[in-house]
């Protein structure tokens, strides 16, 4: 089956403006501006097929939004091609816009001062949706998302989570076939964290809607996606299953240990020791090549423990891990210089 | 027919949600009454004084001033989704985005995105000041007159909202308003209430060619008013206003598709 995006080679340069320093500098900024070409997204392809939840990460700056600005329609790529749903999203603009979805994290599209269902019933017209798909829409939504307690409240009381739940709702009441989420969780609590995840797992399963969606909380990623995209610098370094990434790159565990006596010499030869407070000490150690369990033995023979605990790294520390030590460079290609901020 | 539809219904949203705060409405137009309508006061008193300006007497600079204000603030009413300081804002709050993943033209969710009712204050007040100068100069009312004064009126509204339009499309380039631009807005609407006689020869110039104000307010006041031509132009130039604020009209949105684009390859 054709993918439902297919994206090959996508470039984006932007032109960005290069200040100069001081006062002087500022003034003749006025007059002759600098100019320097930032590549925003540099060379990337992917294929997302029908029905997948695949999160697109990567540090600011990567290029996730330009990424996400061209599969919406708002940008021109420079170089590259796109197809989403077999169109070209900045080609046509209207035509494409009324089969996808998107939420831009913080920004709400809802009308302030009036409740949240005139927002609902001004989209509905906008779209064109048949009143009776809009009614069982909105009804089969407001139910999973529990909308019906702030529904005819004006948007300006609700709560930051409330007014996510209604912009989720906004962008699906026209069915799009695939959704683009930008950071759809930010600055939530972790109840509506959870209840955002389940209505997008529900529409994913449901309504076989295919969803592409960026987010710095890796959570999301881990209850969410089954596939992770990262990117950096413009360039693409992981295309893949978030387990394998996992099993890959997750290289160092830390072992937690309180001594029961106050020792001195508490060095092992196969973990470092990252911290030590009284009691209390942090190894770190490569689980691919030593053995968790044969160091607790080391200790224990040495040592009268309290209390000891092996940690796994948490995603987080795995993909910082790969933004820093740049582990998985495409075609082990040298990246430009790393000072480079890519975010016009 | 449809799209007219959505356009009602957009404004229907613009109302209900400006009436929300039913108080600072009021205030707002009662407030923009009392301050335009001080200009056009110190007009009268110094008139008062003096009699005339340049031979136009007060019910004659009436006519200028209540023609300006009352398109003016039409056109402000309509064309607030181009105000230059509110698309500024649009564009760097990221909602002109949120309007561009929308199946619906662009022009028409602007012109549905600010309907400011709260502008019916300027309009009140530049209807009173026309019918305050219809009561004190004593106009010839031919059919023709009858028929054009609403064409004047049409082409004035259109050719200041062309000038947002324009000042608006900069916005793509610079994202900050420019001050200049308000210059020739807000500046163009106070320039046409005074007789064009009253400007040294340079000024009037450029309100002739380059930004054609002469001919969309003082010449059609001459018609209306029968008053002779000081400047000796064609006897057509009064019924230039429509030609004119087409032109302009035309030429503010090719500019405004040809910001639209550069917008979509560079973002803001």
Known sequence: MEPI??????????????RRRGISGAFRNLFAAHFREVRAVDGVSFNIETGEIVGYLGPNGAGKSTTLKILTGLLVPTTGDAAVLGMRPWKERERYVSQIGAVFGQRTTLYWDLPVLDTFEMLQAMYGVPLERYKSNL????????????????????SLGQRMRADLCAALLHEPRILFLDEPTIGLDVV?????????????????????????????????CQRVLILDHGQLLYDGGLGELTERYEADNQLVVTFADDYTDILLDQAVLVRQEDRRAVYRFNSRQVN??????QLLERFHLADFEIQRPQLEDTIRRIYEQRLLLPNGRQHPVASEEASP | ????????????????????????????????????????????????????????????????????????????????????????????????????????????????????????????????????????TSIHWTLWKVIYLPIVFLSLVLSFGSLFVAGATLIFWTVQPIEAVNILTYGGNETITYPMTIYPDWLRKILTYVIPFIFLNYYPALYFLDKPDPFGMPSFAPFLAPAIAVIMLFLSFRFWNFGLTHYSSTGS
């Open chain 1, 5 to 18: 995006i297919r994206v090959s080679n996508l470039q984006k340069t932007y032109r960005v403006i290069e």
């Open chain 1, 139 to 158: 009804a089969d939504f407001s139910r999973i998302l529990e909308m019906d307690e702030f529904i005819h409240t004006p948007v300006r009381s609700l």
């Open chain 1, 292 to 297: 968790g369990s044969e160091l607790v033995k």
């Open chain 2, 1 to 136: 027919m449809n799209q007219v539809r959505l356009l009602f219904k957009m404004w229907s949203i613009q109302v209900r949600s400006q009436m929300q705060y039913r108080f600072s409405f009021w205030m707002d137009i009662l407030s923009t009454m009392v301050l335009n309508g001080s200009y056009f006061l110190a007009i009268a008193l110094v008139l008062e004084r003096f009699e005339n300006i340049t031979g136009w007497t007060l019910g004659e600079v009436a006519f200028l001033a209540g023609m300006s204000e009352l398109a003016f603030g039409t056109m402000d009413m309509l064309f607030s989704g181009y105000d230059p300081d509110q698309f500024s804002i649009l564009v760097r709050l990221g909602r002109l985005d949120q309007y561009l993943v929308r199946p619906v033209n662009i022009n028409l969710q602007l012109f549905g995105s600010k309907f400011m009712l709260r502008r019916l204050g300027r309009m009140f007040e530049g209807a009173a000041i026309l019918v305050i100068s219809f009561a004190l």
């Open chain 1, 192 to 224: 509506a964290k959870e209840r955002i995840r389940r209505f997008i797992q529900y529409v994913n399963a449901q309504r076989d809607m295919t969803v592409l969606l960026t987010t710095h909380d890796l959570s999301d990623v881990e209850k969410l």
